[in-house]
């Protein structure tokens, strides 16, 4: 039937995670062990191992943090929430990376209430995932556009615009894969929570990018009425 479908892919969605988190920790659990055999064998200097035993100490740490995210459903508290309060929230966080990159974020409002019922701690990973992949596409610097408006579908549409390399479009169908990146230090993993988030609220995403010109997200969650906000 339609329900042990669903069960087994989730089964086999689940099993596939886990293969790739195993495959993306043994790595770096291999250098670590094989840096302190290293220190443990020898009298050399150990500054050059310890620096590379901290930068995969570290790798480890943001995967399973990316992955916690996910992990903890049941932790899911939904309220009524005005997204530009979380949105105000996530730009102060990233106001430093955004000026040490010469980034300028702007946000654009179409003056009508955005209200969306939303586990504000998720909502917030989600905009900071996107804003992170836009800063870490603009090596150069640039803008950043965030445009929030209520269409008359009753939705709330956020567009996140940015003038970084893009992504060909060999590459867009990959994009939220688990492990998918193309940076040298990126886990793949931040679209696929992302997404994950994003469907666990009713909502939906489309990417349009162009390479070398910017890529743009559209983010559709589903309104909260004027009657449904009082619970705030
Ligand atoms: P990570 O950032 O760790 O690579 P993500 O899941 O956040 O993982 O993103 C996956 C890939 O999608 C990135 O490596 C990059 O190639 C591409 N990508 C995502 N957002 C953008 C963007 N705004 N501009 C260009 N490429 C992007
Ligand atoms: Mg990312």
Redesign the pocket.
Known sequence: TEEMLLQSEKLSIAGQLAAGVAHEIRNPLTALKGFLQLMQADGHSKADYLKVMLSELNRIELIVSELLVLAKPQMTRFKPTDVRTVLQEVLTLLDTQAILNNIQIHILTDGQDPWIECDQNQMKQVFI??L???I??MPRGGEIRIEVSCPASGDVQLR?L?E????SKE?IAK??EPF????DK???????V?FKIIQQHGGSVQIE?EQDV??M?TLTLPRLAVMERARA
């Open positions: 995932n996107f992170k992949n836009a870490e596409a996140f940015d970084g390399c893009g992504i590459r994009i939220g998918y990146t193309t940076k990126g886990t793949g993993l931040g679209l696929m992302s990018s910017g890529t997200i």
